[in-house]
Nanobody
Framework: QVQLVESGGGLVQAGGSLRLSCAASGRTFSSTAMDWFRQAPGMEREFVAAINRSGGIRIYADSVKGRFTISRDDAKNTLYLQMNSLKPEDTAVYYC?????????????????WGQGTQVTVSS
């Protein structure tokens, strides 16, 4: 079982930046696609971004396209989410998730593991 631990969340003003990290234990990290999701209070969890095994394919939700960048460092077993030009509507708990295939299935995926989440709060 791969364990995922997110970090890097916090409080930031609108227009600011944060970089989230997701550290993974286990040998399967480099063989599968990985995703970021988020959940705001009272809302359903929503897809944010995903990256395939090689890192050559990345997809984003329309709401974050052009502002967020997903990346991975397989040598460090770590997934990242660089978030720029943050808006108050980006406030949520952010989760990383490990898919079970090397290609991206996003919100349709069967996930092998989820992190515990990290809080991001953007003030106006």
């Amino acid at each position: 079982q791969v364990q995922l631990v997110e970090s890097g969340g916090g409080l930031v003003q609108a227009g600011g930046s944060l970089r989230l990290s997701c550290a993974a234990s286990g040998r399967t990290f480099s063989s599968t696609a990985m995703d970021w999701f988020r959940q705001a209070p009272g809302m359903e969890r929503e897809f944010v971004a995903a990256i395939n095994r090689s890192g050559g394919i990345r997809i984003y939700a329309d709401s974050v396209k052009g502002r967020f960048t997903i990346s991975r460092d397989d040598a460090k077993n770590t997934l990242y989410l660089q978030m720029n030009s943050l808006k108050p509507e980006d406030t949520a708990v952010y989760y990383c998730a490990l898919e079970t295939t090397p290609y991206i299935r996003g919100s349709q995926a069967d996930f092998a593991s989820w992190g515990q989440g990290t809080q991001v709060t953007v003030s106006s």
